[in-house]
């Protein structure tokens, strides 16, 4: 997405145009006629997916061989970009492709290729369940056990607040191995649900905002999991696994968040250019014209910073530290913008039939999910006590 008419993201490039046009043209179609349907029924249509398969929409960045289009995450960036241009929050494919990176990353041969290629079609839907009622920030603190029993795990416990939940064919389930081990006992464990004995879903839960998003409460009561199924083949490396894809899911989180602070403001800019109040636009009064100023220089700044990013991670060389900084930033930064353009939009700006009512809802959450902001500074802390300023 380009922010001011000058201005192209360095890692865009010819290919990646006419991906764009594809995704452009995808979510013109397949998402935004439908939003208001898909926040009515807490979900997106099945179809949707299976659609966005064909057209290899989603595990862009997954290699060919296992099924994925063989791109690179600015492929992943450019479909997060247009998703927030529609202001969509419903369709999950950012759980989706950061399931599927746990399992290019960290799994085994054999679960690649079992579930990267079904997932690539849009026949599985993923999600990933860390959150627990008892345990969310603090993700040691998690009670739900896997224990080994000859062949399978046995999986006891709950989730809470999982994208994806009542969807998903698949789901990446953060478990306890062994309860005793701390950090050392947790272990990843892949869930495919169709027809898992034990396995229910509960609430799809009502929201602030996200509402075409099916988040979800999750139950595990025995639920037997093929021991072939621990990701990566080895237990206690889950918080290993974690560590390591955080960053990906954070640099997401940043990507939708200055993309919907580059959405906002276009959409301020159109109303108050319309707009009239004492003989004059909204625009030609001098607060509007400041705060527009403001958000276009934050989004400015943050696109730059956004870019680097994108360009690290497809690099592979993005690091916690960087990724927390990202996330933390730009979602603050798109909270106090959307509250910003809401109020220029005056009355209408509380209805939501206007888009910036929904977004400044749906914003809210992303200050919270994928790490909540004090956990950010938390990470960003201890890099200045490790390495200094
Ligand atoms: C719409 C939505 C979708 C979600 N999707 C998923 C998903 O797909 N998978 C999944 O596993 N989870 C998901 N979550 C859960 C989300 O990641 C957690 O809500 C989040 O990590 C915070 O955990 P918590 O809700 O338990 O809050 P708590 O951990 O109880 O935190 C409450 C407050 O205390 C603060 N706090 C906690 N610890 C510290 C500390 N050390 N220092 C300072 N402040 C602290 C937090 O920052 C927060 O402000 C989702 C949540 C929502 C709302």
């Given at each position: 997405m380009n922010t001011p008419a000058s201005y192209r993201s360095p890692w865009m490039d010819a290919d990646l145009d006419l991906y764009r046009e594809t995704v452009h043209r995808f979510v013109a179609e397949e998402i935004a006629p439908h939003q208001q349907r898909f926040a009515r029924q807490q979900h997106v249509d099945r179809a949707v997916w299976n659609k966005a398969g064909a057209l290899g929409l989603l595990l862009a960045d997954i290699p060919e061989e296992y099924g994925g289009a063989g791109g690179s995450f600015a492929h992943v960036a450019v479909l997060m970009e247009e998703l927030a241009r529609v202001g969509d929050y419903g369709f999950g494919v950012s759980v989706h492709q950061i399931a599927a990176n746990y399992i290019l990353h960290q799994g085994t041969e054999e679960q690649r290729r079992r579930c990267l290629p079904r997932m690539a079609r849009g026949e599985w839907i993923g999600a990933i369940a860390m959150t627990e009622p008892n345990a969310g920030s603090d993700l040691q603190a998690i009670r739900t056990r896997a224990t080994l029993e000859g062949s399978h795990y046995r999986i006891d416990g709950s989730k809470i607040f999982i994208s994806n939940g009542s969807m998903a064919d698949l789901i990446v389930v953060v478990t306890k191995t062994d309860p005793a081990a701390g950090s050392k006992g947790v272990s990843l464990l892949l869930l495919e649900t169709r027809d898992a004995a034990g396995f229910?879903?509960?609430?799809?839960?009502?929201?602030?905002?996200?509402?075409?998003?099916?988040?979800?409460?999750?139950?595990?009561?025995?639920?037997?999991?093929?021991?072939?199924?621990?990701?990566?083949?080895?237990?206690?490396?889950?918080?290993?696994?974690?560590?390591?894809?955080?960053?990906?899911?954070?640099?997401?989180?940043?990507?939708?968040?200055?993309?919907?602070?580059?959405?906002?403001?276009?959409?301020?800019?159109?109303?108050?250019?319309?707009?009239?109040?004492?003989?004059?636009?909204?625009?030609?009064?001098?607060?509007?014209?400041?705060?527009?100023?403001?958000?276009?220089?934050?989004?400015?700044?943050?696109?730059?910073?956004v870019d680097d990013c994108i360009a690290r991670v497809v690099a592979g060389t993005m690091d916690a530290d960087t990724a927390a900084m990202a996330k933390l930033w730009t979602t603050e930064t798109l909270g106090r913008a959307v509250d910003d353009c809401l109020q220029l939009f005056g009355g209408y700006g509380y209805m939501t039939e206007y888009p910036i009512a929904r977004l400044y809802a749906d914003a809210r959450v992303q200050r919270i999910y994928g790490g909540a902001s004090e956990i950010m500074k938390e990470i960003v802390a201890r890099s200045l006590e490790r390495n200094g300023a």
């Open positions: 229910s879903v509960g609430r799809v839960l009502d929201k602030l905002g996200q509402h075409a998003a099916d988040t979800s409460e999750l139950f595990f009561d025995g639920v037997r999991v093929p021991a072939a199924n621990l990701l990566g083949g080895h237990e206690g490396q889950g918080f290993y696994h974690l560590m390591h894809e955080l960053p990906y899911e954070r640099t997401l989180c940043a990507v939708s968040a200055i993309a919907s602070t580059e959405a906002a403001l276009r959409m301020t800019l159109e109303h108050t250019r319309e707009r009239r109040a004492f003989g004059k636009t909204l625009l030609e009064l001098q607060n509007t014209r400041f705060k527009l100023a403001e958000i276009k220089t934050q989004a400015t700044v943050g696109r730059r910073f």
